[in-house]
């Protein structure tokens, strides 16, 4: 069975009953020595369950709460060891060498016995993660000097742990951003597949059927040593870049998840896929979904501003293909999810996944459609 078919219920979405918030502050009370003062729903991922604990204390204001969706993450454990071990390696960097600008790394929380998570009585793995005060987050990049800020985030990031060598943190989501493997879980799922009611079904079979052959482009570079193994975030999409309320400036990289080895590339490509959607991931709006080359100029423009220092000429020449690859990788996991009866991605209507997949498709189509432009972008930056 496929890692992303391997949950037997449905991910329908649900709302919080007042018995679950009582269930809550029991659980965020292991993690603080303050009153719990409320709990609420937070944020909009796809697979792990958020929660923002509001606190009744002058010292901390709020910390997240999350429930780890462990038939993803399967070593929840593992998780939260490689997240212990980058950022003390973070916050010693930027001890010794303190940055010009404001710069946050969030920290785990233990529980009041000095753990990194706590199980509850359902067996569900918990933990707590510090909170950004005085930040905030967008689905959707506002202007140009933004997109700036999202790329300098990125390249900051990236520069942060280039020297942390990646044998040091676990691989705690195999065949992440591994294309090939998508193909061969959709290749699974599609064996199984009877018809569908949808018409647009058809239309995304083709997509990916004209594309299978070229998306081994990374996986290839990356087994032809042309592209080195290095530590990745892994889900910087914009939502996951966290700005400081009144200045605008980006100061902060969370949902830490997914940091891990694997190429700088694929986060390159999963920023701008999700930065240079004006629409957002989320619209159903898909007919008009289009990628925008002024807001890629300026994210690059802000990446390379820090990153120029660690990429190769190597890494300049996949980096276009790293924006088509992950917006159609994304595309077809969320196809392959709907083909597969929505059990990977929660969703909020049966063909939420259909839905999501079409817009990366079109965003993909654009790019195809910009290729000249967008090369034309990442040459100038060199
Ligand atoms: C998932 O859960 P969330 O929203 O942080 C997914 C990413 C996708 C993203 C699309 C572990 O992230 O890979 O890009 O949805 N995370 C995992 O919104 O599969
Ligand atoms: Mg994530």
């Known amino acids: 069975m496929t890692r992303e078919t391997a949950q037997v219920k449905t991910n329908m979405t649900q709302e919080l009953k007042t018995q679950d918030t009582d269930n809550l502050i029991t659980i965020a009370d292991q993690f603080t ?5 409320s709990i609420q729903a937070f944020g909009s991922g796809n697979i792990n369950d958020t929660f923002l604990v509001t606190l009744d204390s ?3 204001q709020h910390f997240v709460l999350q429930r ?5 993450f399967r070593q929840p454990q593992l998780v939260m060891q490689n997240m212990c071990i980058f950022t003390e390696h973070i916050r010693n960097k930027l001890q010794h060498t303190p940055l010009n600008r404001p710069w946050e790394v969030p920290a785990v929380l233990l529980t009041k016995d000095a753990q990194d998570h706590c199980k509850d009585d359902d067996g569900s793995f918990w933990r707590a993660i510090s909170f950004i005060e005085g930040s905030e987050s967008f689905d959707i990049i506002k202007d140009i000097e933004q997109a700036k800020e999202v790329g300098y985030a990125l390249g900051m990031f990236h520069s942060l ?3 942390l060598s990646p044998e040091k943190l676990a691989d705690t989501l195999e065949g992440f951003h591994i294309t090939p493997l998508y193909l061969q879980q959709y ?12 018409p647009l079904v058809n239309y995304c079979l083709k997509f990916v059927s004209d594309r299978a052959s070229w998306a081994h482009v990374l996986e290839n570079a990356k087994n032809q040593g042309h592209l080195p193994l290095r530590l990745m975030h892994g889900d910087p999409k914009v939502n996951n870049i966290m700005f400081n309320t009144t200045t605008q400036k ?61 990429l190769t000429e190597n890494d300049y020449a996949y980096i276009y293909d790293a924006i088509r690859l992950i917006a159609f ?44 432009s967008i090369c034309g972008i990442i040459k100038g930056m060199r």
């Open 33 to 37: 020595a303050s009153k719990v003062a």
């Open 187 to 198: 290749d699974e799922v599609l064996a199984k597949y009877t018809g569908s009611k949808f």
């Open 250 to 310: 980006a100061v902060s990289v969370i949902d830490l998840d997914t940091v891990k080895p694997g190429l700088v590339h694929y986060d390159i490509g999963d920023c701008l896929r999700s930065a240079c959607n004006p629409q957002g991931e989320e619209t159903k709006q898909w007919e008009t979904v289009y990628f925008d080359a002024d807001m890629c100029n300026a994210i690059l423009q802000g990446y390379f501003s820090q990153a120029r220092d660690f």
């Open 161 to 163: 742990i280039s020297d």
């Open 58 to 60: 002058p010292s901390q």
């Open 329 to 372: 990788e994304l595309g077809l996991r969320f196809f392959t999810d709907h083909l597969a009866g929505n059990v990977y991605f929660k969703v909020k209507y049966p063909e939420h996944n259909l839905a999501r997949a079409l817009v990366q498709f079109k965003l993909t189509e654009s790019i195809e459609s910009q290729e000249t």
């Open 68 to 72: 780890i969706n462990t038939s993803v």
